[in-house]
């Protein structure tokens, strides 16, 4: 295993909301690696509601903090906040944004170690409009599926390994029923198990891992 360290950033589905075991796909991909003798220290650093915008601002702190000198496997996992609309308004964070934002932060990280990005997931959308305590949301997998063809794009332009998600996920009935057993915006357990074992099957991921 060559990493000691593995930072995992992202929204809401990488921090593993509704995931009654707390470990997210991050926990659950990384369960068990080890460097050497050590176990490697694998740091969730999702965040409820972070857009690419918020991830840009803080990715290098957090990792930096942690690092001690090893810059570890950095990886990224965001977007579906970035299309989604609140109180009837415009996307969170508009395409053409997002996709500049993306470009800064994979730029930027290549500079400090070795990268992988993992796409957004889609949702049930029999849960818009949801209500929550801060805004009124709609969010259509159309719109995600435009920003998740962008940041492939981006990745095969800038040679960044990117995972789609999303075109098998939108119809994949393990995937799907997962959403339900869920909020139909984040999945239930078995959901963040499917998109750590798609991850963890991804031969960039083997790569990385083990050179």
């Known amino acids: 295993m060559k990493f000691e360290r593995i930072f995992c950033f992202g929204d809401s589905i990488t921090l593993g909301y509704n995931d009654s075991q707390g470990l997210g796909w991050p926990g659950r991909l990384c369960r068990g690696l080890k460097h ?3 176990h490697v220290a694998a740091y969730n650093l999702g965040v409820n509601g972070d ?34 609309k609140a109180d009837g308004g415009s996307f969170q964070v508009d395409l053409a944004t997002s996709v500049a934002a993306a470009s ?40 995600i599926e435009r920003y998740d063809a962008a940041y492939a794009a981006l990745a095969a332009d800038i040679g960044v390994d990117y995972l789609q998600l999303f075109p ?5 009935p393990r995937f799907q029923a997962a959403l339900v057993a869920g909020d139909k915006v984040h999945p239930g357990d078995d959901g963040y198990a499917l998109i750590a074992e798609r991850v963890a099957a991804w031969d960039k991921w083997l790569e990385k891992l083990y050179p």
């Open 36 to 38: 050497g003798e050590y």
């Open 51 to 84: 857009t690419s915008r918020d991830i840009e601002t803080r990715w290098r702190a957090e990792a930096e903090v942690r690092s001690r000198n090893s810059p570890g496997l950095l990886v990224f996992a965001f977007g579906f906040n970035d299309a989604a």
């Open 104 to 143: 800064h932060i994979m730029s930027a990280a290549k500079s400090v170690s070795e990268v992988l990005w993992i796409g957004p997931t889609p949702l049930d959308e029999s849960v818009n409009p949801m209500q929550t305590e801060y805004a009124c949301w709609d969010m259509r997998n159309k719109d």
């Open 168 to 172: 098998d996920f939108l119809n994949n």
